[in-house]
């Protein structure tokens, strides 16, 4: 119980940062990614205000065998740039551009966003659905 109600209180601050940060704004998504365009830079204090506290947390986290909860802490995933990690990265900053949303604003953006969030979010669930299938015809095994 208490570990849904830190989920909960976690999810909902991070909605409220992605509207407070107009990161739900496809436009300002897209002014950011523009870089030889119209750029709009204002988005570099998001990643700033994501980035360094996460850099902080993650010091902590490294010194510590269980988390607040009581859990145990997860192992630190391996620093090794993979085939599956880079294809993933790629097809996730195309989406991104070409969208102006990636999957934390698209859910934000379902209760306000109009038709267009509900599009987006039929995409991204057909391409979850679809990855093991293609994978699989790849010859590689699908990811739990």
């Known amino acids: 119980m208490r570990r849904n109600l ?3 209180l976690a999810g909902g601050l991070f909605g409220l940062g992605l509207v407070v ?3 739900t704004n ?7 990614l523009d870089v030889f365009g119209a750029w ?4 570099a204090f998001v990643l700033g205000g994501a ?3 996460m850099a902080v947390a993650w010091v902590f986290a490294g010194r510590r ?3 607040v909860l009581g859990t145990p802490m997860p192992d630190l995933p391996k620093p090794v740039a993979e085939p599956d990690l880079v294809v993933g990265s790629l097809l996730f900053g195309m989406g991104w551009g070409f969208s102006g949303l990636c999957p934390g604003p698209a859910m934000a953006v379902l209760g306000f966003g109009g038709w267009q969030g509900i599009v987006f979010l039929l995409a991204m669930i057909a391409g979850m659905v ?10 590689r095994p ?3």
Do not use: N, Y
């Open 26 to 32: 496809t436009v300002k998504v897209q002014g950011w």
């Open 130 to 139: 679809a990855t093991p299938a293609i994978r699989g015809r790849m010859g």
């Open 51 to 53: 980035v360094l506290p």
């Open 6 to 8: 830190f989920a909960a």
């Open 65 to 67: 065998d269980r988390a």
């Open 40 to 43: 709009d830079p204002t988005l």
């Open 142 to 144: 699908a990811a739990a």
């Open 21 to 23: 940060s107009d990161m």
